[in-house]
């Protein structure tokens, strides 16, 4: 099957400084990919689109200078957070598109746990 | 906009027995994807069964089935055999047909227990 990876898997940082998140399709081209966030025992929360070689799209309420998301390439999005504060500590996880039939399935990353302290 | 619910916060079921899941949704789409995800301790999201709301016959996956009600807009998740491996977090899951998005449910913690 298709699979994403997401580097790193943890991270702990300084209130005030960036982080970046990778996500990559190892095994196929994906010209879409996804930024999710979950906080403990909840839904995943779509943060935004990210399609290879134009701006993401963001959902209501995120902040797009906040949450940075570049897609490069057809295999690698990122995702910064800039300047980051307590409140931005959770769970972050990416998934990806597989292009063509059958429509719609996505595959997801690990995710990474993100501590601000 | 489409809504997704779950309105069974958490389940316990046994060892070998069959439990159900339950999904109900609203959409004014006709077509439309709707998935079941299943999230274990490690996070990681899987995908357990597909279905796709013009065909009518109910998706099955080995021990995974679904009963799909396109009129009752209703999409459960049968887990026949449980084992403890089944336990995590499974989120109901729906897509436009030609769109990209999921709009998840919040879940439902299984928990199978010996």
């Not at chain 1, 702990?12 to 998140?21: A, E, P, Q």
């Not at chain 1, 010209?31 to 799209?57: C, D, H, I, V």
């Not at chain 2, 995974?64 to 396109?70: D, G, P």
Request: glycine share 6%; with cysteine.
């Amino acid at each position: 099957g298709a699979v994403v990876s997401q580097h790193p898997s943890w991270v702990i940082c300084k209130s005030g400084t960036s982080v970046k998140i990778e996500c990559r399709s190892l095994d196929f081209q994906a010209t879409t990919m996804f930024w999710y966030r979950q906080f403990p025992k909840q839904s995943l929360m779509l943060m935004a689109t990210s399609n290879e070689g134009s701006k993401a799209t963001y959902e209501q309420g995120v902040e797009k200078d906040k949450f940075l998301i570049n897609h490069a390439s057809l295999t690698l999005s990122t995702l910064t957070v800039t300047s980051a504060h307590p409140e931005d500590s959770s769970f972050y996880i990416c998934s990806a598109r597989l292009p063509g039939p059958p429509a719609g399935e996505q595959f997801f990353g690990p995710g990474t746990r993100l501590t601000v302290l | 906009a489409q809504t997704v619910t779950q309105s069974q916060p958490e389940m316990s079921v046994q060892e070998a027995e069959t439990v159900t899941l339950s999904c109900t949704y609203d959409t004014s789409e006709n077509n439309y994807y709707l998935f079941w995800y299943k999230q274990p301790p490690s996070r990681q999201m899987i995908l357990v069964i597909r279905q796709e709301a013009y065909k009518q016959q109910n998706a099955t996956e080995n021990r995974f089935s679904v009963n799909f009600q396109k009129a009752a807009k209703s999409f459960s998740l049968k887990i026949s055999d449980s084992q403890l491996g089944d336990t995590a977090m499974y989120f109901c899951a729906f897509m436009i047909r030609g769109y990209s998005t999921l709009t998840f449910g919040k879940g439902t913690m299984l928990l199978v227990s010996p």
